[in-house]
């Protein structure tokens, strides 16, 4: 089982940024990647962006060049800068593992980014 601390989120105007960060309860190594979705009110849970154990990211096309996946490997922890932040963006961001042993996937408790006038 792997435990998964998000934090960051709130309540923000357009054009704004936030960060997210997501804390592993296990080493990052042992994951096979991480990453976020985000789900808003009465839509599918959607990928957002994600990053491998061997350092390669990969973004949904309607963030692409405002938001940007980074990982601390000492921290056991996975950011999500976002910025130029619109009201579309405004959801529930959950933070996710692949554990590497298993293929077993984990989920955290949400955060959620609003972003409104």
């Known amino acids: 089982q792997v435990q998964l601390m998000e934090s960051g989120g709130g309540v923000v105007q357009p054009g704004g940024s936030l960060r997210l960060s997501c804390v592993a309860s296990?080493?990052?190594?042992?994951?096979?990647?991480m990453g976020w979705y985000r789900q808003a009110p009465g839509k599918q849970r959607d990928l957002v962006a994600s990053?491998?154990?061997?350092?390669?990211?990969n973004y949904a096309d309607y963030v692409k060049g405002r938001f940007t996946i980074s990982r601390d490997n000492a921290k056991k922890t996975v950011y999500l800068q976002m910025t130029s932040l619109n009201v579309e963006d405004t959801a529930v961001y959950y933070c996710?593992?692949?554990?590497?042993?298993?293929?077993?996937?984990?989920w955290g408790q949400g955060t959620q980014v609003t972003v409104s006038s």
């Open positions: 996710y593992v692949v554990r590497l042993v298993d293929g077993g996937t984990y």
């Open positions: 990053i491998t154990s061997g350092g390669t990211t």
């Open positions: 296990d080493s990052i190594f042992s994951l096979r990647s």
